[in-house]
């Protein structure tokens, strides 16, 4: 039952990432950096897409997916179109890897430390959930400002 919450959860909001990166007004927009704001809505999406694509695809759907970490944070310009196709196959991504899992499952370590500690894969994917959830809200929120000019 949890899994399937959690796919809700990433393919609801992966659906709305979706949906604000094509809400920006222009493709530049996306890479904008406002006043103050470190990170331009498109590095946020490549961040998200790579957390994503690290600790569901490459390690449970075994992807074979290579994250660039510090290009999520560097890249600039990257066409609409391509961040857009990002999300679809991340969303593919997610579903194949979790589709399989047993709530059962979800009690296990994940299988590398992520951070100073092991934790249970339950954690981590509740983790990846509120993390995507946190950056999408900075994109919405980086969106509106460039609606205002």
Known sequence: MLVDTLKLLFDRDLQK????????PTEP??????????NSAGNLCLHVLGNLNTYIGAELGQTGYSRDRDREFSAQGIPRAEL????????RVVEEALTPLPDAQLATPYPEVVWQAPTSLGYLLVHLTTHLAYHLGQINYHRRLMDQG
């Open 17 to 24: 990432l979706q949906e604000e990166i094509e809400a920006y």
């Open 29 to 38: 927009a996306l890479w904008c950096r406002a006043p103050g704001i470190r």
């Open 84 to 91: 857009l196709a990002g999300i679809a196959a991340t969303r």
